[in-house]
């Protein structure tokens, strides 16, 4: 590992993990790498739930999003973490924090670093940071992923490394770290295209910061995408005809625009679709890139893709990192401040592809709350691109649990995203395109083609009913029924009437 340290007065910095989670205080904000399950910090979090087995502790544990189980399961579940942000997407803090044992901030992505420059998040007591190496002049460069680690660097009083061996030096390159100035004394970014490099290489770090080097060997956790079933792919094909009407109607060429993509399986199905089509020199800027991205690279489709992580199943993980070199002109990682900065989401005209778990006839959009109430996983980016984009698209079954879930329903349970955001929505059913509706057109539509045939009858109802009882009012509802599909769920297992006794 020697060589990977640049810096050569910090090979004295070097300990084992048990040292560095021993350095971390009772009651500190800690600023962790980590973005969907890629180059987060796995052996100091390992090292202080074996802290936890003999000593009491608790930390604020913030990250760029979700981690792999070291932290989001095991320390979770240890009882280190009070307070968690800003997304996760493990079951095992889920489950606590449904029960109220883990306090969760769900925020937008790219809001974190600006809640850290305001002293909103922290003072971060430590910055616990996965990387590759240390670079003579003093970078971190971070591994699979970028996250919030420059702004945790930055801003912590002190930073812990976890030198990951197992990552390839060929990610030496890879990133482009740019950090906005303070509001107030900031210039535009300075990027008109995804292609752009505008950072430097790795994250600048004050030596004098490094408090402990910890080595690593620990791989990232592969993403666990579940291949495309006949439903997903029938999403992907109606998305793929409407890019197709997009080009006749003179808005997109075959090239389109920077393509953003959640994650999932469907937005992978999606992504997957382009394979086979005539789309071409295809530029993705998103935030994870997934399999479907690299498979695309390989098959020439995908010229360029950015990004705030690679997160893969174990067999890209090996094809991918093996031979890194051939996609390092064609990848870029940046921290999601910039991956997810309105003002380039705006500028670059981005086509934003994200999941709803819910949405209602007027096509508000519920991504995070099971029933309104239990935390799934978190608005993540979906917002940061919903609004900005210049399409915003969102993809769901229009059912869920075998049926006893209708995803449109009259009034979503939670809003994540208003009616103003949300552009198109596509189900297996169909696709509403609800640019320029107001909201009696918008109800019509979603109804017709994104609803399942089992609800559609029941939506229609509602809604005329609605209507006649408003005298055709703007946006009608009748509040006292608004909900009642949820609560029938909740009492009769099902949102269906007919089965409703
Ligand atoms: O539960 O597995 O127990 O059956 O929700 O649903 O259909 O498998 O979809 O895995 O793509 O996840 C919105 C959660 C969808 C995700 C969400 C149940 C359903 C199933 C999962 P089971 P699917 P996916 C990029 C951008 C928000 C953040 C985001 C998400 C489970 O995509 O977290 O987009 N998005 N970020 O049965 C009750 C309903 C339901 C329901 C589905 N209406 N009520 N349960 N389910 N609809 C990522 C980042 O920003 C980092």
């Not at 350095?23 to 979090?45: C, E, N």
């Not at 690593?216 to 992907?236: L, N, R």
């Not at 893709?305 to 093996?322: C, D, F, N």
């Given at each position: 590992?020697?060589?990977?340290?640049?810096?050569?007065?910090?090979?004295?910095?070097?300990?084992?993990?048990?040292?560095?989670?021993?350095?971390?205080?009772?009651?500190?904000?800690?600023?962790?790498?980590?973005?969907?399950?890629?180059?987060?910090?796995?052996?100091?979090?390992?090292?202080?739930?074996?802290?936890?087995?003999?000593?009491?502790?608790?930390?604020?544990?913030?990250?760029?999003?979700?981690?792999?189980?070291?932290?989001?399961?095991?320390?979770?579940?240890?009882?280190?973490?009070?307070?968690?942000?800003?997304?996760?997407?493990?079951?095992?803090?889920?489950?606590?924090?449904?029960?109220?044992?883990?306090?969760?901030?769900?925020?937008?992505?790219?809001?974190?670093?600006?809640?850290?420059?305001?002293?909103?998040?922290?003072?971060?007591?430590?910055?616990?940071?996965?990387?590759?190496?240390?670079?003579?002049?003093?970078?971190?460069?971070?591994?699979?992923?970028?996250?919030?680690?420059?702004?945790?660097?930055?801003?912590?009083?002190?930073?812990?490394?976890?030198?990951?061996?197992?990552?390839?030096?060929?990610?030496?390159?890879?990133?482009?770290?740019?950090?906005?100035?303070?509001?107030?004394?900031?210039?535009?970014?300075?990027?008109?295209?995804?292609?752009?490099?505008?950072?430097?290489?790795?994250?600048?770090?004050?030596?004098?910061?490094?408090?402990?080097?910890?080595?690593?060997?620990?791989?990232?956790?592969?993403?666990?995408?579940?291949?495309?079933?006949?439903?997903?792919?029938?999403?992907?094909?109606?998305?793929?005809?409407?890019?197709?009407?997009?080009?006749?109607?003179?808005?997109?060429?075959?090239?389109?625009?920077?393509?953003?993509s959640g994650v999932g399986?469907v937005a992978n199905?999606v992504l997957?679709?382009?394979?086979?089509?005539?789309?071409?020199?295809?530029?993705?800027?998103?935030?994870?890139?997934?399999?479907?991205?690299?498979?695309?690279?390989?098959?020439?489709?995908?010229?360029?893709?950015?990004?705030?992580?690679?997160?893969?199943?174990?067999?890209?993980?090996?094809?991918?990192?093996?031979?890194?070199?051939?996609?390092?002109?064609?990848?870029?990682?940046?921290?999601?401040?910039?991956?997810?900065?309105?003002?380039?989401?705006?500028?670059?005209?981005?086509?934003?592809i994200?999941?709803?778990?819910?949405?209602?006839?007027?096509?508000?959009?519920?991504?995070?709350?099971?029933?309104?109430?239990?935390?799934?996983?978190?608005?993540?980016?979906?917002?940061?691109?919903?609004?900005?984009?210049?399409?915003?698209?969102?993809?769901?079954?229009?059912?869920?649990?075998?049926?006893?879930?209708?995803?449109?329903?009259?009034?979503?349970?939670?809003?994540?995203?208003?009616?103003?955001?949300?552009?198109?929505?596509?189900?297996?059913?169909?696709?509403?395109?609800?640019?320029?509706?107001?909201?009696?057109?918008?109800?019509?539509?979603?109804?017709?083609?994104?609803?399942?045939?089992?609800?559609?009858?029941?939506?229609?109802?509602?809604?005329?009913?609605?209507?006649?009882?408003?005298?055709?009012?703007?946006?009608?509802?009748?509040?006292?029924?608004?909900?009642?599909?949820?609560?029938?769920?909740?009492?009769?297992?099902?949102?269906?009437?007919?089965?409703?006794?």
């Amino acid at each position: 590992y020697e060589n990977r340290i640049g810096v050569k007065s910090l090979l004295d910095k070097v300990v084992s993990a048990q040292e560095a989670a021993a350095l971390i205080q009772d009651g500190s904000v800690v600023g962790m790498s980590g973005f969907t399950r890629a180059g987060d910090a796995k052996v100091v979090p390992m090292a202080l739930v074996e802290r936890a087995q003999n000593e009491k502790f608790q930390i604020d544990v913030y990250t760029g999003a979700s981690l792999g189980p070291e932290v989001d399961k095991h320390l979770a579940e240890a009882g280190v973490i009070r307070k968690r942000g800003p997304f996760q997407a493990d079951s095992g803090i889920r489950n606590m924090i449904n029960s109220g044992s883990v306090t969760y901030v769900d925020a937008h992505l790219s809001h974190n670093a600006e809640l850290v420059r305001q002293g909103i998040i922290g003072p971060i007591k430590h910055a616990i940071i996965e990387a590759t190496a240390i670079t003579e002049d003093g970078m971190i460069i971070p591994t699979t992923s970028v996250g919030n680690s420059n702004i945790f660097v930055e801003y912590a009083e002190n930073v812990i490394i976890e030198l990951n061996v197992s990552h390839p030096e060929s990610l030496i390159g890879l990133h482009d770290i740019y950090t906005p100035a303070e509001q107030g004394k900031r210039e535009a970014i300075p990027m008109t295209n995804p292609e752009q490099r505008i950072g430097t290489i790795g994250i600048p770090v004050d030596p004098a910061k490094i408090a402990a080097i910890v080595i690593s060997e620990e791989p990232d956790a592969p993403s666990m995408i579940v291949p495309p079933d006949e439903e997903t792919q029938t999403m992907a094909n109606l998305l793929l005809d409407f890019f197709r009407d997009e080009i006749k109607a003179g808005r997109l060429t075959n090239e389109l625009m920077p393509l953003q993509s959640g994650v999932g399986s469907v937005a992978n199905a999606v992504l997957d679709g382009f394979a086979d089509s005539e789309f071409e020199n295809l530029v993705v800027a998103s935030e994870v890139l997934q399999d479907a991205v690299f498979n695309l690279i390989d098959a020439g489709k995908v010229r360029f893709a950015a990004g705030a992580s690679i997160t893969l199943t174990a067999e890209l993980q090996e094809k991918v990192y093996g031979n890194l070199e051939n996609y390092a002109d064609k990848i870029c990682l940046r921290p999601q401040e910039i991956s997810n900065h309105p003002e380039l989401i705006r500028r670059l005209g981005l086509i934003s592809i994200n999941t709803a778990l819910e949405l209602d006839i007027y096509g508000n959009v519920n991504s995070t709350h099971v029933s309104g109430t239990k935390m799934m996983n978190g608005i993540g980016g979906s917002g940061d691109f919903a609004r900005n984009a210049r399409l915003g698209i969102f993809v769901t079954k229009s059912y869920a649990k075998g049926g006893a879930i209708s995803s449109i329903v009259p009034m979503v349970s939670h809003v994540d995203h208003t009616e103003h955001d949300v552009d198109v929505i596509v189900t297996e059913q169909g696709i509403a395109d609800l640019r320029g509706l107001a909201p009696k057109e918008r109800a019509a539509l979603i109804i017709e083609k994104c609803a399942h045939p089992e609800y559609k009858e029941q939506l229609r109802d509602y809604y005329n009913r609605a209507v006649e009882a408003t005298g055709d009012a703007h946006t009608p509802h009748i509040l006292a029924e608004a909900l009642s599909w949820h609560v029938s769920l909740a009492e009769n297992k099902t949102m269906k009437k007919e089965l409703v006794k």
